[in-house]
């Protein structure tokens, strides 16, 4: 019997297309399930999994702190070895979004919606940050090991932050899944997702990506990060994401500009 809020046989006999392929460590309390898997990085294997109930520095992107609390979050990291390009992998955090929001569909939450790069959003017209996506990498000469962190609001955190968003959380959309349903249902949409994303990259599950993708056609700020102080650098039409994952964006002056993932974040302008 486990003394965590997840326990792995019970998960792992939740499993479809995932069974077998995940090991699954589920601790009480850590820094970070990301940090943690970085230092097992060059030993453990692709498709270990570490789950916390509590982590004391949970990291974000951009520097920032993830809150998580026993009961009311869902955080859990991913290693993952790739053999694709690295130029080919800044695409991951979107493909993963996808994974993420079919899980949830799969367990039956509506209004689940997309925001790049790596935000999963709650709500009429993505009203509130869901959950968010952290992926970390440690290459050597052979491949790419991707960390996949993610957390997910399932009750109002105290202290949840929605990094410039409000925070949403799964209780506001109906009854929340039981935490063992919930993670199974999201390792298996990873599964088959990253097998997808390993053969053809992003562009495998671009189509799904845009389909629930927030703010399509919609007029958008790009925020450029100033270390004090977000400061705007473009507004335009947001047309998605290409083919390798760079956010797309009408000008006023008729061109199309490519962001790749990085020091910006986009806001509803
Ligand atoms: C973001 O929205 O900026 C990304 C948040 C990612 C949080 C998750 S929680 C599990 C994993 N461990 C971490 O320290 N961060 C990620």
Known sequence: MSDCLIDPVRL???????????????LPECDSTNAVLLQQSASAPSGRVIVADR???????????????????????????LANEPARIAGLSLAVGVAVAQALEHC???????????????????AGKLGGI??????????????????????QPPAADGFGL???????????PE????????????????????????AA???????RHVWQERPVRLLGDSTTTDSAVVEGRCLGADSDGALLLALPDGRIERYLVGDVSLRAA
């Not at 974000?60 to 979050?73: I, K, Q, Y």
């Not at 952290?134 to 009750?155: K, M, P, Q, V, Y």
């Not at 409000?166 to 929340?176: E, N, Q, S």
């Open 166 to 176: 409000p925070a949403a959380a799964l209780d506001a959309a109906g009854p929340v």
């Open 108 to 126: 039956g939450v509506a209004g689940v919606a997309l925001k790049w790069p790596n935000d999963v959003l709650l709500g009429a017209s993505g």
């Open 205 to 211: 599950v671009r189509d799904d990506w845009q389909s």
């Open 12 to 26: 792992s006999a939740l499993l479809g297309a995932g069974r077998g392929r995940f090991d699954v460590v589920a």
């Open 55 to 81: 982590q004391t520095a949970g990291r974000g992107r951009r520097g920032r702190v993830w809150h998580s609390a026993p009961a009311d979050t869902l955080t859990f990291s991913l290693l993952w070895r």
């Open 134 to 155: 952290l992926i970390e990498l440690a290459s050597d000469r052979a491949a790419t090991a991707a960390i996949i962190g993610i957390g997910l609001n399932l009750h």
């Open 179 to 202: 935490r063992h349903v919930l993670l199974a249902a999201l390792l298996d949409a990873l599964a088959c997702t990253l097998d997808r994303f390993v053969a053809g990259g992003f």
